[in-house]
Every structure is written in C-alpha cells, then in structure tokens.
C-alpha cells in the first residue's frame, strides 16, 4: 500500500509520535506522513501541536492506518528518504516558516507524486507550501501544452514558466487570473509559449473566527463519504476567491461566509500518475481539526488517495 505545548507556558515534548496499530501491524494499511510545522501559536487550541491532534484522532477511529506525525525540526524536516519511501500520503500543515523546506525538497516529492508513489492532502496555508507550489506549477505547464495543442497547433513549441515575482505575495482584485497562457509564432514551424505561473493565492482572507458553511458539491464522491450536504464549521479563517491555482479536475466542497464570500475549499488535482487535494478549512489559533466532520474528511481522503 501505497509534544506538549501549554497555553501560558511553552512546554514542549519532542516524543515521537506515533504508529496507528502498533501492537498488530497490518500489512494493508494505508501509510500516512503528517508534516506539521508545529509553530508556537498552535497552544491556542491545540495542547500537543496540530499535527499531532489530526495523528491522534485518525489512530484513534481507525485501524487502517499507519501514522508518523513529523515537524519541520526533525532531522532531514522529517522529510527523510526512509518517509518518503513509507507514505502513501503527505497531510501537510505549514504557515509562517514554509520557505524554510529546499525547493529541491519540494520538487522531490512532486516527482513522487508524479511517478504514483504518494498523493499530497495540503491544509488550509498551505496553499502556500512549496510541495503544494510546485505541484500547481507542474500542472500549469502541462495543462498549457495541451491548452496549445488543441488549439490545432502541429509545429515545435517551447516553453517559458514565468514564476511571481515574490513568493507569497497576494493578488488582488481585477488582475489576471493566473495561471495563464500566452504563444507567439517565432517562425512556420515553432512557436513560443509563455506560462504564467500560479500565485497559489486569493485576494481576501480574515482570521477573525467567523464561521464558514460548507456545501458537498459532489456527494458521491469518496471524500465526501458519510458527511452531510451542509455542515458549519464554527471558528475559522476565510479566503475568498478568486484562488489563483490551475482548473481543479473536481470541487467537492465549496465554502461560504454571511459576508458574501465563497471559497472552493476542497479541491483535487491529477498530477501525473498521483493527485493532489486540497482541503481550506483552518487556522491555527481555532480547533477546527478537533471537528469530527473535519478529521472524517481526512479519512476519506487518505483512503482514496492510498488505496
């Protein structure tokens, strides 16, 4: 198949965390890789780190699961070669330190994904995370080359990929939707195609705690197993679109505010032979992965995307 933080005071223990099914390993289990950047600021609602929650809730209602809950301050970032070789699937949290993981590591566990070997489930901020980044950007210029091609192109193209200009920088309202596309003729036979990158972000966003109500827009679809057609999620940070990421191939959830905004907050990608989803609900400081409804959406995501 494919540490104790306290409110007042911050006491952390680095005990590894853990193996679902440990006393009667099961060869069948799904593995799974939490990587949590396990920022101070998580003690708000979280006593040991939010990786760590999500690691203990998933072990606890399920057996099908093997769990190594890892942080950025692991060896290697717990990124190691032996991690990436067990996982079937990456949940990844991260938010104010996501460039301190290497492009280079980033784009190895995007050639993961690529070959089928692991499926990415990226949470909330990290739409921002490199893994999630350079998936996005993968996907760009492959959906480019087939944008060109049904375009009746029969020539030689090449391929420009132009990267925001910072990392982390918001857009907003009025500008181009990226990514985009543009070609020229250099001559008869050959043509040029710049590439746009994704800015893998939105324009508005508020971490003020005020509820989100999520819609299963696909209910048949295995991630949305068990889960009602509507269901609120009580303290969260909003993001409104537009989100500047390439066409998802499905959008089983979308989330709205009483202010007006709406969110396509639970995306997937096809990434060469594996996939990437994207799951929005979040915010460090609010126990939304203490939901049920939220630690089911999990389940059913690493046994869809792990099997």
């Known amino acids: 198949m494919k540490n104790l933080i306290a409110t007042t005071v911050a006491v952390f223990c680095m005990t590894p965390l853990l193996t679902a099914s440990s006393q009667t390993p099961n ?60 996982a079937d699937v990456i949940i990844w949290w991260g938010h104010v330190r996501q460039s ?44 480019a080359k087939q944008h060109f091609q049904q375009s009746g192109w029969k020539g030689e193209f ?13 857009p907003i309202h009025g500008s181009e939707l990226t990514p985009s596309y543009f070609g020229y003729k250099k001559n008869q036979n050959q043509f040029q195609a710049i590439v746009q990158l994704p800015w893998c972000c939105f324009p508005d966003y508020r971490p003020d705690g005020e509820p989100g109500l999520l819609t299963t827009q696909l209910p048949d679809h295995p991630i949305a197993r068990g889960l009602p057609q509507t269901f ?10 537009p989100f500047h990421v390439p066409d998802p ?41 203490k939901q049920p409804e939220m ?3 999990l389940q059913n995501a690493c046994r869809w995307l792990g099997k």
């Open 27 to 86: 060869s069948n289990a799904i593995h799974v890789l939490i990587w949590d950047e396990r920022q101070p600021t998580q003690a708000v609602a979280y006593q040991d780190f939010l990786g760590n929650e999500i690691a203990k809730r998933l072990t606890d209602q399920t057996t099908d699961f093997e769990i190594r809950s890892v942080a950025l301050d692991d060896a290697d970032q717990g990124l190691t070669a032996g991690n990436l070789e067990w």
């Open 100 to 143: 301190e993981v290497p492009e280079e590591k980033a784009r190895l566990i995007v050639d993961y994904i690529r070959e089928g070997k692991l499926d990415l489930i990226a949470l909330h901020s990290a739409h921002w995370a490199r893994p999630f980044i350079e998936a996005m950007n993968w996907r760009s210029i492959e959906d």
């Open 158 to 170: 090449l391929i420009e990929s132009v990267k925001p200009p910072r990392e982390r920088t918001v």
């Open 232 to 241: 609120q999620v009580p303290k969260t940070e909003m993001y409104n679109e």
């Open 249 to 289: 191939d499905q959008v089983i959830f979308e989330e709205t505010w009483t202010k007006g905004e709406r969110f396509r907050s639970g995306m997937t990608w096809n990434i060469g032979k594996g996939k990437v989803f994207y799951f929005r609900p979040g915010h460090e400081t609010y126990p939304v992965y």
């Open 295 to 297: 630690i089911q959406v």
